[in-house]
């Protein structure tokens, strides 16, 4: 009785078919060929087809799947990194309206209600000038500062030299210094010289210069 030539691949491709599923599915098509020809129904090779291509399927839609999650995560962090780098940065402007006159200029904060023209300070009538900020005031604030303090700025990347910057710092400081005047004209004048009274001694702000 003639042997089956293609018995040995059949059963070589079966075996395959649960370590290699691609090398079993190749020697179970090439032995399964080899004895449909020589007249003989090869199922070793047969099941190595079945079981072959039902793992190649199930490693490909897994493949498809883990890729697909991967890239879901990635994008999740990437929105989770985008909205905390927005939130730092509304924390920075929110928190800096007094201290950082070099970041972007933000909304007037609402009037205090307790510094209306209604107060006991001077009044309007005996303090109405107001102060411009110049080129020469930032120059000053930047010439002012020490080593430590530029390292700041460096870190931040803030470029003092930037005329961009400078013209955010004159608004801001501007503002700061236009808030500061309305505090003023609320604060008690009691020795009539038209200045506030300060806990911290006499023209703490330097009004008897020029200025406000």
């Not at 090398?23 to 179970?28: F, P």
Request: aromatic share 6%; net charge negative; proline share 5%.
């Amino acid at each position: 009785m003639a042997e089956d030539p293609g018995k040995t691949l059949g059963l070589v491709g079966l075996i395959g078919a649960f370590v290699v599923p691609i090398g079993g599915l190749i020697c179970s098509i090439i032995g399964r060929s080899k004895s449909k020809k020589a007249g003989f129904d090869n199922k070793l090779a047969l099941w190595g087809i079945i079981i072959s291509a039902v793992s190649l399927a199930a490693t490909l839609v897994l493949s498809v799947l883990v890729i697909v999650g991967t890239i879901a995560n990635v994008n999740a962090e990437v929105d989770k990194a985008e909205e905390a780098f927005k939130n730092s940065e509304q924390s920075f402007d929110d928190g800096s309206k007094a201290d950082a006159p070099w970041s972007s200029e933000s909304e007037d904060s609402a009037e205090d209600p307790g510094l209306d023209s209604g107060g006991s300070g001077i009044g309007d009538d005996e303090y109405d000038d107001s102060y411009t900020v110049t080129d020469s005031d930032i120059d000053a604030f930047i010439e002012g500062l020490t080593p430590e303090q530029r390292k700041v700025f460096e870190d931040q990347g803030v470029d003092l030299d930037d005329p961009a910057t400078r013209e955010r710092m004159k608004k801001n400081l501007q503002r700061i210094a236009d808030d500061t005047r309305e505090r003023l004209k609320d604060m008690p004048d009691t020795d009539g010289d038209g200045l506030p009274d300060s806990p911290y001694g006499l023209d703490p702000f330097g009004l008897d210069d020029d200025g406000y």
